[in-house]
């Protein structure tokens, strides 16, 4: 089994970049191409090499086979040719021999594809330290894994189906209730007060005016106001997450 073209393109080449000149890489090991060392083989790497694109591109071709053969044959279980392309390129970019001893492959190999993405983000380190770089080519390895849902070995009738989350409503919501406890007694206090500042005025100027001045009918409206924001508020993140 090959890396597909577009693994090598979406992953491998996106992730270890091309240049065409001799350069020390962070452990100091004289890099050219995709990533290509000496201890990978022909062409050995000096100072102030330089190759071409189309030689990276062959370099690059040559060197995959040594990571795709070893891989093939770790594996005990059918893959994916997304499934593979993940695999190999994790191999390129940390070694066989991580491959070989890492959980991920244990995984793998007992059929856990679910878990894969998982064990893929524990290799973000460079020096005892999370890199950035890491963590986007493992992010991009797990989405790459998941691109197809179906594992080789399912068949369409047999694919389990997550189970449905039933919504709460807004009823059921604990943030609902408070709304409207909170809405309910502030209209009932603002209401008393209605009712008792038009007993005491002659004129709904006056009646106006009284409530206005009215420190208990404006606390209230306050209630009232929160009430209909902490409904507001619930409702747009139910309507947003369904929680």
């Known amino acids: 089994m090959k890396m597909s073209q577009g693994g090598i393109d979406n992953l491998l080449k996106k992730f270890e970049g091309c240049r065409l000149k001799a350069y020390h890489c962070p452990a100091g090991i004289l890099t ?5 060392t000496s201890a990978a083989g022909s062409p050995e790497v000096t100072e102030g090499m330089t190759i071409t694109q189309d030689e990276a591109d062959e370099i690059l071709k040559r060197d995959l086979v040594k990571y795709e053969i070893p891989v093939t044959s770790m594996v005990c279980v059918k893959l994916a ?17 991580n491959l070989k001893k890492s959980t991920l492959l244990k995984k793998v190999n007992a059929g856990d594809f679910d878990a894969v993405p998982d064990e893929l983000i524990k290799w973000t380190k460079g020096g005892g330290k999370v890199l950035p770089g890491l963590v986007r080519r493992r992010q991009a390895e797990s989405a790459w894994w998941n691109a197809h849902q179906d594992h080789p070995h399912d068949s369409q009738d047999h694919r389990t189906e997550p189970d449905s989350v039933p ?17 309910a007694l502030g209209s009932v206090g603002a209401a008393q007060e209605v009712v008792s500042q038009v007993q005491n005025a002659n004129d709904l100027f006056a009646t106006v005016m009284g409530l206005l ?5 404006l606390i209230m409206v306050v209630f009232v106001g929160l009430g ?9 993140n139910m309507e947003k997450y369904g929680l």
């Open 213 to 217: 001045q009215n420190k208990n009918f």
């Open 32 to 36: 050219i191409g995709y990533g290509h």
């Open 81 to 97: 040719q997304n499934q593979f392309d993940v695999l190999v390129d994790f191999a390129y970019n940390a070694g066989v021999n």
């Open 228 to 236: 209909m924001a902490i409904w507001y508020w619930r409702k747009k």
């Open 167 to 183: 919504q709460k409503t807004m009823m059921e919501s604990k943030q609902g209730n408070s709304a409207i406890a909170v809405g």
